[in-house]
Nanobody
């Protein structure tokens, strides 16, 4: 089993920045690919970013968000800059066994509980 715990969400003004963290515990050595997704009220869960052997971003965040990982700390980060009101959502961390890029929620094996990000205009 793998446990994922997100932190770092909050309220920020448009144009501001936040950094989300996802701390992994348990059988973390089995997790090669880590992703961030988000879900706004009434909308489907949306792919945000992935890190494995490479990084990959959703079109709506490309150039503004940066995903990174610290393997020594079993932690993945999502640096979010130039935030917009449309970035408001619950952000989820997810993990999968292989390091190939996947953008569909069903391709992930483990999920965190989510952290709320609210961007005011």
């Amino acid at each position: 089993q793998v446990q994922l715990v997100e932190s770092g969400g909050g309220l920020v003004q448009a144009g501001g920045s936040l950094r989300l963290s996802c701390a992994a515990s348990g059988r973390t050595f089995t997790m090669s690919g880590m992703g961030w997704f988000r879900q706004a009220p009434g909308k489907e869960r949306e792919f945000v970013a992935f890190i494995g052997w490479s990084t990959y971003y959703g079109d709506s965040v490309k150039g503004r968000f940066t995903i990174s990982r610290d393997n020594a700390k079993n932690t993945v980060y999502l640096q979010m800059d130039s935030l917009k009101p449309e970035d408001t959502a619950v952000y989820y961390c997810a993990a999968r066994v292989t390091s190939s890029v996947k953008t569909t929620p069903a391709d992930y094996d483990y999920w965190g509980q989510g952290t709320q990000v609210t961007v005011s205009s």
